[in-house]
């Protein structure tokens, strides 16, 4: 079965410093790979997402994210945070027969001014 | 920018009773999904339509949960009789097609207070 992990429960990032999300998959194929944004009151938006092709994906507000396969990772970027950025963050994957997605516990990202 | 809607917002209500959430998915979109998120958890998946049929609800609790999409479109998830242990935000998403490549839109959520 599939699996997600996301090692950071919490992160707190100055405003203006660069960020990095961890996320970990473990799934059997090449996956497909998913990070979301959740704001308080709403739904999960979507950032960016890998199928194939170039291991480094860019996304919507400035993220970015890259596939390493011999590490299982998809770590989420950001060279600049923003205040605006603080939020709930979830990385999924999919495929292997099943179209819903799995999500890691997600990481709540704190940025300090 | 179309949105997928769900409603209510916010529900609470008694372990026992019976409570029901709607979902209006963005119209065109095929494939409707019914995820459960605990809080300080990431969402899972509940149940899955295809149009008007089930594809998967293998995670659904079916001792209490039950879901319709009965004309393809909007979809209702009730839980009878609620647990404490129900206590959640419920949300909803669609896509176009089934399959990981197709994008899942996702609605702001109910949340249910089980008392």
């Known amino acids: 079965a599939q699996s997600v992990t996301q090692p950071d429960i919490h992160i707190t990032v100055s405003e203006g410093a660069s960020l990095e999300l961890r996320c970990n998959y473990s799934y059997g194929a090449t996956p497909y790979l998913f990070w979301y944004v959740q704001s308080p009151g709403q739904g999960l938006q979507l950032l960016l997402k890998?199928?194939?092709?170039?291991?480094l994906v860019q996304g919507i507000k400035g993220f970015e994210a890259e596939f390493k396969r011999s590490q299982s990772s998809f770590n989420l970027r950001k060279p600049s945070v923003h205040w605006s950025d603080a939020a709930e963050y979830f990385c999924?994957?999919?495929?292997?027969?099943?179209?819903?997605?799995?999500f890691g516990k997600g990481t709540h990202l704190i940025i300090q001014p | 920018e179309a949105e997928v809607a769900q409603s209510p917002r916010y529900k609470i209500t008694e372990k026992s009773q019976a409570v029901a959430f709607w979902c209006d998915p963005i119209s065109g979109h095929a494939t409707l999904y019914w995820y459960r998120q605990i809080l300080g958890q990431g969402p899972e998946l509940l149940v899955q339509?295809?149009?008007?049929?089930?594809?998967?609800d293998s995670q659904l609790p079916k001792d209490r949960f039950s879901a319709e999409r009965l004309k393809g479109v909007d979809s209702t998830l009730k839980i009878q009789p609620a647990e404490l242990g129900d206590s959640a935000m419920y949300l909803c998403?669609?896509?176009?097609?089934?399959?990981?490549?197709?994008?899942?839109?996702f609605g702001p959520g109910t949340r249910l207070t089980v008392t």
């Open positions: 999924a994957v999919g495929g292997g027969g099943a179209d819903g997605l799995t």
């Open positions: 998403a669609s896509s176009l097609g089934s399959g990981p490549s197709y994008e899942q839109y």
């Open positions: 890998y199928f194939s092709g170039d291991t």
């Open positions: 339509f295809q149009d008007e049929s089930v594809v998967d």
